[in-house]
């Protein structure tokens, strides 16, 4: 199996590094055939802006969001996050629309640029996970459709997972922490193999939405 992780901008090193730790391949995405015959893709932390940009330049958008609708998973850590919400606070355009969440940008402020928390993360078991934060957003909204992950102590909401798209506000893999990949490429072995009865739901499209 090969992950995919865009390789436009920010850190998407430390991703190829934890997929390697997993015995995952990783394999760099840069334009569009760096996407053939991948089972899921990562959208890294960085600069959500600028990232817009080169996927626009690099003909990227329509296949990647070909791929979140055959229904191959798609994790987005911070910035990644920010390029597949639906709804962005403020007057920017999302990018990859498919996780039905409304976000706000550098939601922590100056004070509070960079932080780390342990936080809980039910499904991924007992232990919480160390949470790296580097002028991350928040999910102010999410739909009914959208599964909540995991919360910070106030109740605001880093997590969340919406069928085969998976989101963090925060960064994993500056931690060591290997779970949400793990979780990550069960999620493609299970789309790659459906086993009966699997109930595969493919996320649905939204080809008809404008993109305005
Ligand atoms: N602040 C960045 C943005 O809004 C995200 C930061 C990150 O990915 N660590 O795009």
Known sequence: MRIGV??????????LDT????????????????????????????????MRQLIERWGLRQPIL????????IFGTCAGMILLAREIAGDEPPTLPVLDVTVERNAFGRQLDSFEAEVPVPILGDRPVHAVFIRAPIIERTSPEV??????DDGRIV???????????FHPEL?????????????????DDPGEGSGRRPHPTRRGRPAR
């Open 147 to 152: 599964d909540v992950l995991a919360r910070l």
């Open 6 to 15: 865009l390789a436009l901008q920010g850190a998407f090193r430390e991703h």
């Open 66 to 73: 070909e791929l979140a609708e055959r229904g191959a998973p």
């Open 19 to 50: 997929l390697h730790a997993i015995g995952v391949e990783g394999v760099r995405v840069r334009e569009p055939a760096d996407l053939d015959g991948v089972s899921g893709l990562i959208l890294p932390g960085g600069e959500s802006t600028t």
């Open 175 to 191: 931690a060591g922490e290997t779970r949400f990949h793990r979780l990550m490429a069960t999620m493609a072995a299970e789309h």
């Open 159 to 169: 997590a969340v997972r919406e069928r085969n798209i998976l989101a963090t506000a």
